[in-house]
């Protein structure tokens, strides 16, 4: 036949105004006078097509063959080899096949499609064509399309699932998978124990993971499917699994693993396989907890106890069945056991059955959990606990703010840390947020500096992972803590190493909570503020230092700001005994010397700074300080490119050829991670 006939073909059947009464003839043309396996691959796809639209589009003359059209796609198909066109015959035989009756020739059908299977095809190396995957998974389907294949699937499937390669192994247990939804339940009775018999055998191998979780995963599909059944075949079915597994049910046993597996991955299939589980194995599986001395073994049982993972998926309510019910009990003696592992194990279960804890369970918890959140815990520990408390936080917050916040006994620095910490992963739930961040703020001002402390820590941790959209910030600033911050910090007398802590961190939170303000809600608390510190007069340069730092550093870059505060600034700059102080002061000079858009006020600023403070012989001594400060101002200038930059670099270099630290000056210059000359900041940066 001519290439260019096919094609011909291809292209006339799909005109609209094609006459549908000529559809039988073109099929027994191609069936009786072209070897279709003879052709080229062009031309068999080119066939193939041709059998697709007619089908799709003269289904009422196709269908008028009958058999004839079947067999003439038989013969067609038989002995195809290119994965192009094999891929292209899968997608479409399932559409053939269900539309097709295929009377006596079901058979014959079905090995012609199923001499493919297991695939056995390696797509070559940095090749775009067909994959094994992909034909693998075109041809399931076509082996399940229709129930009458179910007598001649099943056993295909089993008999490759017995072989040694994984992809014949994973493919025969999606096929089985596959026919769940065609085939005839009665299909899966009559093969159920030879079914069962297969699976278990791989899991209980380990020889693969990948063919042990595809395993589980065809049982409890299989099992769902017979769990329909009204003769008494699925509790028999049900007591071979359990009858089979049961004697592993013990630590001691290397397959009380792959055991525990498959009861739950059979328990999960229906909520009938589940209860009959439960009733058959829970009390062997309580029973063997008890009896159990070694901790480590007492935590295996607790961490495969399948009730929990059942329950979380509401396959089975915790109320309902009796021998449901030690099971939040052995998991709250588990929690307090001395046992880590244990522990975990037991905090784990009670999260994952939280919804379906009863009152006593919950109460009894919650006394544990006031002693267990501000107590010092192993990392893995602390999680497991966190988790716990968070998930009862959101189900029950009335017994959680009764029971647990407002009974809460903090005696030290130290549990107020690990409380806070416990509180902060609960403060985004609506109910608590007002609350915890009252409760922060209380152990801020209490006049407490260890409490304080750790307060601010907490809050500045928590603080600086949130976006400047935050709502928490919102919720945080609309509560009045800037004001509440400054006012603690001009109280405070900077005599101890804490106390600076202190106000390191009250800074770093006014940053925050500034910084995420606008040009106008900025304006309107900066004006207060520095209304407020300039008018406490007898305060440490410390406190006035830090406050500004908070306050200026993140304010927008259209914001003034007095030209008396860069004359305090430079002067701490130079003067100031603490390294630690001079650098916040420094730092914060450069932020608002980068930012000040009045030109004008800025070179004055910039003139008095030169003059007055850096060739001034009053400061003659500090050499090392002034080298810091000029490169600072030098950086904020380069930064936003502005005209002075030149001058100032010509400054810089002339102190560095007459002292030998110029190095210091270079580094800071240099420094790309530098937050109080970033964006963050709001700084101009050309």
Known sequence: VLPAVLQG?????????????????ILNTIFQNIACQQQQQTERRNIYTIFQVLLENYKTEVLSMGLDFVYGIISSIDGERDPRNLLFLFKWLKTFLTTISLGHLVEEMFEVVACYFPIDFRTPINSNNVSRDALADALCPCLCAIPEFAEYCIPLALEKLDSSLEVAKTDSLSLLEEGCNTFDTSSYVKYGSDIWSQIQKEVFSGVNDNVKLKCLRTLTVIMSKMSGTTNGYFNSILNDI????????????????????????TALASQDSAAYIIKDILPL??????????????????EDNDTVYLTQHNIVNLNEIEELQPIPVLSLKAVIHTDNSLKIAGFNSLSELADKLPLDVRLTLYETLCTALIEPQEENIRMSILECFTKLSSLYQDEIKDHILNRSKINNSFALDLYLSALIAIINLNYFTDMLIDIMLTYVIQNDVPFGVVALKNIKKMLESESRESVLIKIFFEKGTVKKLVDYALMLNVSNNLNFELLKYISSILKILIGSQNYEVQSEVIGYQLNVISSCTNKSEEVYVFLLDGLLSRLRK???VEAMVSDFLIKISLLHKEDAVRDVAVQLLANLINKHFNEIELNTWLAVILEDYLNSNVYAENTTNKIVAVSWITKALIMRNHFQANSWINLMLNMFEHNNECS???????????????????????
């Open 664 to 686: 210091k000056g270079f580094r800071i210059v240099m420094n790309d991670n530098c937050e109080s000359l970033s964006l963050n900041s709001y700084c101009n940066i050309s």
């Open 9 to 25: 073909f291809v292209v006339l059947i799909k005109f609209k105004n094609f006459p549908g009464k000529v559809v039988p003839n």
């Open 242 to 265: 359990s009858m089979t597994v049961k004697g592993n049910l013990l630590p001691d046993s290397k397959l009380f693993g792959p055991s525990s597996d498959i009861l739950l991955h």
């Open 285 to 302: 599986l309580t029973n063997t907890y008890s009896i159990t001395t070694s901790s480590d073994k007492k935590s295996s049982s607790c």
């Open 558 to 560: 259209i914001l003034l």
